[in-house]
């Protein structure tokens, strides 16, 4: 199954890692990621610490568990590639729908498209033997 796919299907939960330019490292909850035509996964997120850490570290990287017993997931190794900020493009992707009011009183919100770098089960090197 490939990644868009596994995602479009499989429930559970998400963790965006990232660091500063110093490496302090910092971690967040984050939704599942969208898939792009281009072959790039895009995140939305606010301007607080994650976003912050991406001006200075293009590198992150998202840890997806499956909802059930054991351990099964993915861990993908993002690099950023670029970011676009309050666009309809963003807007459009947002799977949480707020009421129009609500949206005019938030602060803005970056798109942050990021290429795979390298894609890992949750458990282990994801090569046989």
Known sequence: MDLKSYFENIKGRGILATADAEGRVDLAVYAKPHFMDDGSVAFIMADRLTHHNLLSNLYAAYLFMEE???YKGKRL???KLREEQDTDLLYSLRRKKYA???EHEEASRFLVFFEVEKALPLIGSGEKG
Do not use: D
């Open 77 to 79: 190794f993002l690099k």
């Open 100 to 102: 129009a009011e609500e």
């Open 68 to 70: 059930g017993p054991g």
